[in-house]
């Protein structure tokens, strides 16, 4: 069985920054890639960054050069530091596994709003 918790999230200005975790537990070992998705209200859920075991990264192009994806192989934790922040960066976002629709975290709101 595999969980993920998400952690971080809140109420941020506009510009601000942010970062969230999520840790991975269970059987974890087979999994590649750890990463974010986002579901604003009214919209479909949306990859946001992806990286892999090895270091290799995937950004959403409406977040790259703004978003940072990390990642603690000891720890099985997944970091997102998000930076520059836009109002339609509002959403709740999802930690997942290997980009499966079996595998997600509870969720973190993120609020972008002055």
């Known amino acids: 069985q595999v969980q993920l918790v998400e952690s971080g999230g809140g109420l941020v200005q506009p510009g601000g920054s942010m970062r969230l975790s999520c840790e991975a537990s269970?059987?974890?070992?087979?999994?590649?890639?750890m990463g974010w998705f986002r579901q604003a209200p009214g919209k479909l859920r949306e990859l946001v960054a992806f990286?892999?075991?090895?270091?290799?990264?995937t950004y959403a192009d409406s977040v790259n050069g703004r978003f940072t994806i990390s990642r603690d192989g000891a720890k099985n934790t997944v970091y997102l530091q998000m930076n520059s922040l836009k109002p339609e960066d509002t959403a709740v976002y999802y930690c997942n596994l290997d980009q499966s629709s079996r595998y997600w975290g509870r969720g973190v709101q993120v609020t972008v709003s002055s």
């Open positions: 269970g059987s974890v070992f087979s999994f590649n890639l």
């Open positions: 990286i892999g075991r090895g270091g290799s990264t």
